[in-house]
């Protein structure tokens, strides 16, 4: 139970996030899926306000604006590696192959949206 005047605070992020990783790797083999579920279907930025409001009164969404931009390769395929996905099974094999289209895509900068944030909730 809140206790009044207190605030419950909560992060998530929405379906955009991080999305241009996702099309990168998707761009080298359509095969390739980062991660098996999207956490954001079950609690993110689209609908957390819906589920929070059936508890809370009022409830805020905060965005956290950031973003990254990649200089090199090796930083974004040691991330793309590290994801609990399929990846692995498709890129190791065609290493080579995938630092050279990465180098391509980080030459002037890759691009990664943020899109996450808070939501403050506070009940009456």
């Given at each position: 139970?809140?206790?009044?005047?207190?605030?419950?605070?909560?992060?998530?992020?929405?379906?955009?996030?991080?999305?241009?990783?996702?099309?990168?790797?998707?761009?080298f083999d359509e095969r390739i899926v980062?991660?098996?579920?999207?956490?954001?279907?079950?609690?993110?930025?689209?609908?957390?306000?819906?589920?929070?409001?059936?508890?809370?009164?009022?409830?805020?969404?905060?965005?956290?604006?950031?973003?990254?931009?990649?200089?090199?390769?090796?930083?974004?395929?040691?991330?793309?590696?590290?994801?609990?996905?399929?990846?692995?099974?498709?890129?190791?094999?065609?290493?080579?192959?995938?630092?050279?289209?990465?180098?391509?895509?980080?030459?002037?900068?890759?691009?990664?949206?943020?899109?996450?944030?808070?939501?403050?909730?506070?009940?009456?």
């Open positions: 139970m809140l206790k009044p005047g207190g605030v419950f605070l909560c992060s998530t992020y929405g379906s955009n996030h991080m999305k241009e990783v996702s099309d990168l790797v998707q761009e980062l991660s098996a579920d999207r956490l954001y279907e079950n609690f993110g930025r689209e609908n957390g306000m819906d589920i929070l409001k059936s508890c809370f009164s009022q409830v805020t969404w905060k965005p956290y604006e950031d973003s990254l931009l990649i200089p090199e390769p090796e930083p974004l395929i040691s991330y793309i590696l590290s994801c609990h996905g399929n990846q692995n099974q498709y890129i190791l094999d065609r290493y080579k192959e995938f630092l050279s289209f990465v180098k391509k895509k980080t030459r002037y900068g890759f691009h990664i949206t943020k899109d996450a944030g808070i939501f403050l909730c506070r009940v009456s």
